[in-house]
């Protein structure tokens, strides 16, 4: 006994709805965010050795820093949207890449300790939400799952 389901064509003859407008604004911010965040940090970071805000070390340990959160994150993603599901894991990462980032804007200085622990929670956030937004939602068995 063998029945053939044709999942995909069943998926696509779904029609779009709220949820489905609400997650795309909210991968396609998300991806902005990611995006601008990670393509500013090299033009910012060598304008600011000449201030001397920063020095060449402490620049080549953020970035260092900032993919192996984007790593750490993105593997993180994976429990956390298999535990808690995709909608939930991308919403919290956004609101934890938001959160954090601002605290990293205030930051008085590129002093070791604090704004290198900032910077690798955004990029953990950073890492999980690319991650999360990367499959589609419609592949749980419920879909925003």
């Known amino acids: 006994m063998s029945a053939h389901v044709n999942a995909g064509r069943r998926l696509d003859n779904l029609p779009v709805g709220r949820f489905h407008r609400r997650l ?10 990611d995006s601008f965040d990670n393509t500013l940090s090299a033009g910012v970071l060598a304008s600011v050795l000449d201030t ?17 959160g984007l790593a750490i994150g993105a593997s993180f993603a994976g429990w956390l949207s298999d535990r808690f599901g995709r909608a939930f894991a991308f919403q919290l990462s956004l609101a934890l890449f938001g959160i954090l980032a601002l605290c990293a804007a205030m930051a008085p200085s590129m002093a070791v300790p604090p704004m290198l622990m900032i910077s690798i929670a955004v990029s953990v956030a950073s890492g999980c939400d690319v991650a999360a937004a990367a499959v589609p939602a419609a592949t749980t068995e419920r879909p925003g799952a």
């Open 24 to 33: 795309a604004v909210l991968v396609g911010v998300g991806m902005f965010c």
């Open 52 to 68: 001397g805000f920063s020095t060449l070390e402490l620049n080549s340990l953020f970035l260092s820093v900032t993919f192996a």
